[in-house]
């Protein structure tokens, strides 16, 4: 069996979690893509295409 | 266009289109509990501003705060040349006014940024808020502040003290609170609005949502307060004729790159500089063939510009003399051209 053929024949002190650390250091680097980004658009929140102005909705 | 031209075109307009809209989330925290703090304070709103009347009410110019400012001598020109109607400046305008002897009628502040703006009104926080950040040394309009010394800080705080009196300050729901406490102690005249920051029809509106806390009228920004100034001309001020200066959207063609705004941010983005130069866009001036460039965050705000353009109610004309900002929705005039058309009207 598959299993068989991959144990090793001595066991390791810690656990290897290389592939999580490697999913963790990308998402860290997205997450600091993403915040440089957000300060491109600057201080200030606008999305496009609204009126000059408003008062409400007349409540 | 070359092939290598359209790919740098293409970049620079993906980088646009991630820009629109991306700050919404992180902002929208902010802009909602600056309201709530803000409420006690809000108690004038711009709808109660008193009636303009004669020259005042006939033209306006909107003092933005854009390198040609500095480089044109627009405001010194301005204060030169007698400008009788009203005189509308940005925050990081105000200062470098004064400093010309030109008093602004009104004063706008948006940004809700809590340690920088509050240096344009001369900060008492200054060398805690100037440690690790260069946003200051990377401002064309006024040595002043590029210097970021501690004298010329104080210098400012007594000017806006002896002169805050004087001028109305159009001041948004999203500001920090150090600048509501500042302009207080200055003792200036506070009439406030919020930022109309999207469709209030839809039903999970952030506008709507600040609305609900104080009911301020709103006004659309384009996401910078040079932009939110010719609202308040044209829809609150009703001026038929605006002219506009500092409103460049872009920088010198001289300006080394990193010193732009945001730079460093598209460093990060890009995770390297390999690719820096297609972030940034080139434009000829019409009046005077002069080259600029632009980076996506101002060629956006130059965008959401254009479009609150087309709902216009005044004449609007770009006195700037430099930038980005012409389209066939606005006309590009000499400054003194504006000024001297001003005073023909009066003669």
Request: glycine share 8%; proline share 4%; charged share 25%.
């Amino acid at each position: 069996m598959e299993e068989d053929i991959l144990k090793g024949n001595f066991k390791v002190k810690n656990p290897i979690k290389a592939n999580d650390e490697k999913v963790e250091k990308s998402s860290v680097r997205e997450q600091l893509r993403a915040k440089a980004l957000a300060s491109l658009g600057g201080s200030m929140v606008y999305m496009e295409r609204t009126e000059l102005t408003w008062e409400g909705d007349g409540e | 266009m070359s092939s290598g031209a359209g790919i740098k075109e293409n970049k620079f307009k993906e980088i646009v289109e991630q820009v629109a809209g991306v700050g919404y989330q992180r902002h929208a925290d902010t802009l909602v509990k600056h309201a709530g703090l803000n409420l006690p304070d809000a108690k004038r709103t711009i709808k109660q501003l008193p009636p303009l009347v004669g020259e005042k009410a006939r033209s306006a110019i909107v003092i933005s705060a854009g390198p040609s400012v500095y480089k044109r001598n627009s405001i010194k020109r301005i204060a030169a040349q007698g400008f009788r109607g009203s005189v509308i400046a940005v925050d990081g305008a105000y200062i470098a006014c004064l400093k010309a002897g030109l008093i602004p009628d009104f004063v706008l502040t948006l940004d809700p940024h809590p340690s920088r703006i509050v240096r344009w009104f001369g900060d008492h926080d200054f060398e805690k808020h100037a440690e690790a950040d260069d946003y200051f040394a990377r401002q064309d309009l006024d040595m002043a502040f590029r210097k970021n010394s501690i004298e010329q800080n104080q210098e400012h705080i007594k000017l806006v003290d002896q002169q805050g009196h004087l001028s109305r300050f159009i001041i948004a729901s999203s500001a920090p609170r150090n600048v509501v406490k500042r302009l207080k102690e200055a003792k200036g005249d506070l009439y406030w609005w919020n930022p109309l920051v999207d469709d209030p029809k839809r039903p999970d509106s952030l506008t709507k949502r600040i609305y609900a806390i104080n009911k301020l009228p709103c006004m659309a920004t384009g996401g910078t307060v040079g932009t939110a100034s010719w609202v308040f001309a044209n829809s609150i001020l009703k001026i038929p004729r605006i002219g506009l200066v500092g409103m460049d959207f872009g920088y010198y063609y001289d300006t080394p790159k990193e010193k732009t705004q945001t730079y460093y941010e598209l460093i990060h983005h890009l995770e390297g500089d390999s690719d820096i130069d297609q972030c940034f866009m080139d434009f000829e001036f019409p009046l005077t063939k002069e080259k600029f460039y632009t980076d996506p965050t101002y060629y956006w705000y130059r965008r959401n510009f254009l479009g609150l353009l087309e709902k216009k109610t005044s004449e609007t004309y770009n006195c700037t003399e430099a930038g980005t900002l012409f389209s066939e929705n606005i006309q590009c005039v000499n400054l003194d051209s504006f000024l001297g058309s001003m005073r023909g009207e009066r003669a």
